[in-house]
T-cell receptor
């Protein structure tokens, strides 16, 4: 069975600083996708960034980037130049190549302080 | 920008009552998902539809939960009878479908259910 583990229940960072959120996963599949989703307070979940397992290059979206270590089954999210609007729950998620539903971690609550 | 619509946004019901949630996916999205998110945890899939057909309902408590997607567009999730442990956020998501993972899932705002 696939599992996703986020070991940091809560984190905080000063505005304009950089923060890294950790995620590890377990799967026997060779083809899969990894995601980071953001869920702001009382707002809907939105996709932050996506990584395809067969791509060696780490995905980047503006201030968000990932460190994908396939052998270690690690998928961390780095947020650069943190902004107050980055305050949210962040969920790491996985889809195997043969299934269509996301498997989520328990989330990391990120607070950006002014 | 097109969004996934859900209603109601909040629902309070008494134990043993029936409750229903509605979801309208983004137009053209063939795949629709219902997730349950318990406070402080990540969402967990309840049911997945491809058009009007159920693809995966292995985690749906079928003795009390039912879901349908007539005509392959909007969907209804029903709980009867509701139990205290059903208190959670119910999220609907949709995607274009096709190759698993290749298409982004778009989430609605959710329905917050409180069972008293």
């Amino acid at each position: 069975a696939q599992t996703v583990t986020q070991s940091q229940p809560e984190m905080s960072v000063q505005e304009a600083e950089t923060v890294t959120l950790s995620c590890t996963y377990d799967t026997s599949e060779s083809n899969y996708y990894l995601f980071w989703y953001k869920q702001p307070p009382s707002r809907q979940m939105i996709l932050v960034i996506r990584q395809e397992a067969y791509k060696q290059q780490n995905a980047t979206e503006n201030r968000f980037s990932v460190n994908f270590q396939k052998a270690a089954k690690s998928f961390s999210l780095k947020i650069s130049d943190s902004q107050l609007g980055d305050t949210a729950m962040y969920f790491c998620a996985f889809i195997g190549g043969s299934q269509g539903n996301l498997i989520f971690g328990k989330g990391t609550k990120l607070s950006v302080k002014p | 920008e097109a969004e996934v619509a859900q209603s109601p946004r909040y629902k309070i019901t008494e134990k043993s009552q029936a409750v229903a949630f509605w979801c309208d996916p983004i137009s053209g999205h063939a795949t629709l998902y219902w997730y349950r998110q318990i406070l402080g945890q990540g969402p967990e899939l309840l049911v997945q539809f491809q058009d009007e057909s159920v693809v995966d309902d292995s985690q749906l408590p079928k003795d009390r939960f039912s879901a349908e997607r007539l005509k392959g567009v909007d969907s209804t999730l029903k709980i009867q009878p509701a139990e205290l442990g059903d208190s959670a956020m119910y999220l609907c998501a949709s995607s274009l479908g096709g190759l698993a993972g290749a298409y982004e899932q778009y989430f609605g705002p959710g329905t917050r259910l409180t069972v008293t």
